[in-house]
């Protein structure tokens, strides 16, 4: 199938990658949301590191990332944020 934890991996379906999550982030529109589903997007650990940094998601209470390719490592730093 496709490598789940490399977040830059061409895949060839529609996914959200470490990068895209940075530009969503980036842009604004989440400093609002308070649930917010990830799944099924393979960025990675990367990713989870993108989620962790800054205060964007401020409002978030709910956090859905089944299939996402996170390692132990991903998840602990979720986790510590």
């Known amino acids: 199938?496709?490598?789940?934890?490399?977040?830059?991996?061409?895949?060839?379906?529609?996914?959200?990658?470490?990068?895209?999550?940075?530009?969503?982030?980036?842009?604004?529109?989440?400093?609002?949301?308070?649930?917010?589903?990830?799944?099924?997007?393979?960025?990675?650990?990367a990713g989870a590191a993108a989620l962790t940094r800054g205060s964007h998601l401020g409002r978030l209470k709910r956090l859905t990332l089944m299939r996402t390719g996170l390692s132990a490592d991903g998840i602990r730093a979720l986790c510590r944020s």
């Open 1 to 45: 199938p496709y490598p789940l934890n490399h977040s830059d991996a061409e895949v060839g379906l529609p996914t959200l990658t470490a990068r895209g999550v940075e530009a969503l982030l980036a842009g604004g529109l989440l400093s609002a949301v308070e649930s917010l589903d990830l799944s099924g997007h393979p960025f990675g650990d």
